[in-house]
């Protein structure tokens, strides 16, 4: 399987959690923390592996690892079979092997849930097959490789499989998988996997963070990471903001609220450095909104990766609210009395009526929507996101309308999700898909349409289709420069921090300097599909 930094998976059932398996590890007795030694290795570079073309087995498929061999790794064959148990989550799977003596006696327990085109359910095998081999790696070095093989249940072809995610756990041996979700892991791995159009399979490596949502992660960096964790909690980080807050004076004279999402790192030791906003709805806002962040310096558990302290960076949104009674004004000022004339009221309501008739005339269509049967029901993976700031609700809604009215007239083009994340901040996500070009208008049109006072605040990231060569493939952030010479404001930069824009008359990307760093978006995937939304089409 290919690796692929964002990869979404479609499966509802694991929108609520796949399992109740947790980012941190129990206390474990000194004879299951050895043994948790031994069976590292084994889930740190773990992955699925389709059957190889030449396999005869269509069914047939593993749990693969490839690491270089120490004193506590055994060589040969186990077979067994595997117990079926319920998970915390009844429409989840969940099967778990014998004790098996290549492990130390540990058990593999799966968590898994697999479902072709239509969405119908696709069982694993009860029997298994548990190999470690040695191998020469491609310096020369003594490697082991160690394989959990599997069948699909009937002997179905594994590539039925159109979606596919899975929470691999190590358990200690008297653990029969009965009181799976109560008791001491040796450690986890979580997997997703989809089908693409050209029949590659798509994997993503994921951990479930301190705040129970999942997260994709680089390979390499093991089974046993972290996240940071706010002392006490998300709760305790909202009333500590909150109560520490301290709401800037002018801001409330011209009644601004919203809310500022602020990038930091989180230092190994809980310090916070390097507060700037990510992302703003007011720039009234920004500066205490940074203060505020740079306040709970200390108050962090720090991230880590295999058991050691490491340094991250994390998203925080600061929420300002004119209507929250706790609030304190930097200088005991009053919100300003003063009410504008009644020619300036009347001004512009002549200004939204015309407004109001103009768009109507210009998007109305006999035909506004497509024959309803063509709608599409099965969702498309794709790792499509655009935040939008700095716009009400209702404004970011009208946006959308406005736009799936004019791409819509014929087929559904696009259908988009508004996702709240937070006062005045909203993600986009896409469950059918968006062209690479309709995507483009999408953002265009949030910035733009009809030069409207209604300017939000965008960026967006996705995996690059075939249109961008040569960086097609990669992770991208895309974002305004208003001050382009050549009147190409939408930018790129690359995961690997290449710098591109977009050409709108060759349709495809060149090359360009000044861009601005590439940074993961604020809410993982995972986060913002368990968030209520409205499906605009």
Request: hydrophobic share 40%; glycine share 6%.
């Amino acid at each position: 399987m290919k690796a692929t930094p964002i990869l979404y998976l479609l499966l509802t059932v694991f929108i609520s959690g796949i399992s109740g398996v947790k980012a941190q590890q129990n206390n474990l007795p000194e004879e299951q923390l050895r043994l948790r030694q031994e069976v590292r290795p084994y889930l740190d570079s773990l992955i699925i592996e389709e059957p190889k073309p030449n396999d005869k087995d269509i069914s047939l498929f593993r749990l693969e690892s490839v690491f270089p061999v120490n004193k506590l790794t055994r060589f040969g064959t186990d077979k067994g079979k595997l117990t079926a148990f319920t998970p915390d989550n009844p429409k989840l799977k969940g099967l778990i092997t014998e004790p098996i003596p290549l492990l130390g006696g540990a058990r593999i327990s799966l968590i898994y849930s697999f479902a072709d085109d239509y969405k119908n359910t696709v069982s694993i095998a009860r029997e298994y097959r548990f190999e470690s081999v040695r191998k020469t790696g491609e310096s020369g070095e003594e490697m082991a490789c160690q394989s959990l093989y599997l069948h699909v249940l009937n002997g179905l072809r594994f590539s039925i499989i159109k979606v596919g995610m899975m929470d691999v756990v190590l358990l200690p041996p008297d653990n029969d998988g009965k009181q799976i979700n109560n008791v001491p892991k040796l450690g986890y791995r979580s997997m997703s996997f989809s089908r693409a159009d050209d029949d590659q399979y798509m994997l993503t490596y994921l951990l479930k963070t301190n705040e129970g949502v999942y997260s994709p992660i680089d390979r390499s960096e093991g089974s046993d990471r972290t996240f940071p964790e706010y002392i006490g909690g998300s709760s305790a980080q909202f009333w500590f903001i909150r109560q520490n807050m301290e709401y800037p004076e002018k801001a409330v004279r011209e009644e601004v609220s919203g809310t500022v999402l602020i990038a930091c790192t989180v230092e190994p030791d809980g310090s916070v450095t390097d507060p700037h906003v990510f992302l703003g709805s007011e720039p009234l806002l920004n500066d205490e909104a940074i203060r505020l962040v740079g306040l709970t310096s200390g108050k962090w558990i720090p991230a880590t990766r295999n058991g050691e302290n490491i340094a991250d960076e994390k998203v925080i949104p600061v929420t300002f609210n004119l209507n929250d009674d706790g609030i304190k004004v930097v200088q005991n000022t009053k919100k300003s009395s003063k009410k504008l004339p009644l020619k300036t009221y009347l001004f512009f309501l002549a200004i939204i009526v015309v407004l109001i008739l103009y768009l109507r005339n210009k998007f109305r269509k006999k035909d506004a929507k497509p024959d309803p049967a063509l709608r599409p029901n099965i969702s498309v993976s794709n790792d499509k996101i655009v935040i939008v700031a700095g716009l009400e609700e209702a404004d970011v809604e009208q946006l959308l309308r406005v736009f799936t009215d004019i791409y819509n007239s014929r087929r559904y083009d696009a259908i988009i999700r508004i996702h709240p994340m937070g006062k005045q901040v909203f993600a986009l996500t896409f469950p059918y898909d968006i062209s690479w070009e309709l995507f483009i208008e999408l953002m265009d049109h949030l910035v733009y349409f009809d030069d409207s006072e209604l300017k939000a605040q965008i960026r967006a990231w996705l995996t690059l289709p075939k249109e961008c060569e040569p960086v097609a493939g990669e992770h991208a952030m895309l974002f305004f420069k208003e001050d382009d010479n050549d009147f190409e404001p939408i930018y790129v930069t690359t995961q690997y921090n290449r710098y591109w824009k977009i050409d709108y008359e060759a349709e495809a990307l060149k090359e360009a300097e000044g861009g601005e760093e590439y940074v993961k978006p604020p809410f993982a995937y995972y986060e913002i599909v368990q968030k209520n939304f409205i499906e605009i089409d």
